[in-house]
T-cell receptor
Framework: AQKVTQAQTEISVVEKEDVTLDCVYE???????LFWYKQPPSGELVFLIR??????QNEISGRYSWNFQKSTSSFNFTITASQVVDSAVYFC????????????FGTGTRLTVIP | DTGVSQDPRHKITKRGQNVTFRCDPI?????LYWYRQTLGQGPEFLTY????????KSRLLSDRFSAERPKGSFSTLEIQRTEQGDSAMYLC???????????????FGEGSWLTVV
């Protein structure tokens, strides 16, 4: 069975602070994919990153970075120097190889960046 | 490259009425998904198509729900005899079928909000 846990329901930070969003996953598959999506108030889910289970390299994209650790089944997301435009709900998701490759989502973390 | 588009964006309907949502995927994508999202929750998978074939349905998709993708392009999701519990956002998404190595990235539309009163 697949499960994604985002224990942080809501986080508030002051602009320019760094913030880390936690994601812990469970799967029995050896090949799987992890994702982060951003959902602003408009409702659209915006794709941020995909990571394959066999690639544990961390990734940095501008102010965003992701830390993937198979040993702890975690895929955490850090925003450095947060901005008001980062305010949104962030979802971590898991898909398994084969079949529909459909996504199993966590319950999301609402990030509010205070100016 | 246009994204996934959905119509209507908002729908208010009376309990017992039928509603239909339309989704136009990214043009070269052969996979199309429907998800449902309620307040405070992550999206939940409903069903998916590869080209025109509906290959998987979630147990969430009751008999009152039907989805079609007649020519492997746009899709419709119909809910018959709506109930208040159907109130949610219905998200459409599309992707290219990937390999076991690459997986596939699913791109979402802006969603169709349904309110059943």
């Amino acid at each position: 069975a697949q499960k994604v846990t985002q224990a942080q329901t809501e986080i508030s930070v002051v602009e320019k602070e760094d913030v880390t969003l936690d994601c812990v996953y469970e799967t029995r598959d050896t090949t799987y994919y992890l994702f982060w999506y951003k959902q602003p108030p408009s409702g659209e889910l915006v794709f941020l990153i995909r990571r394959n289970s066999f690639d544990e390299q961390n990734e940095i994209s501008g102010r965003y970075s992701w830390n993937f650790q198979k040993s702890t089944s975690s895929f955490n997301f850090t925003i450095t120097a947060s901005q008001v435009v980062d305010s949104a709900v962030y979802f971590c998701a898991l898909s398994e190889a084969g079949g529909a490759n459909n996504l199993f989502f966590g319950t999301g973390t609402r990030l509010t960046v205070i100016p | 490259d246009t994204g996934v588009s959905q119509d209507p964006r908002h729908k208010i309907t009376k309990r017992g009425q039928n509603v239909t949502f339309r989704c136009d995927p990214i043009s070269e994508h052969n996979r199309l998904y429907w998800y449902r999202q309620t307040l405070g929750q992550g999206p939940e998978f409903l069903t998916y198509f590869q080209n025109e074939a509906q290959l998987e349905k979630s147990r969430l998709l009751s008999d009152r729900f039907s989805a079609e993708r007649p020519k492997g392009s746009f899709s419709t999701l119909e809910i018959q005899r709506t109930e208040q519990g159907d109130s949610a956002m219905y998200l459409c998404a599309s992707s290219l079928a990937g390999t076991a190595y690459t997986g596939n990235t699913i791109y979402f539309g802006e969603g169709s909000w349904l309110t059943v009163v």
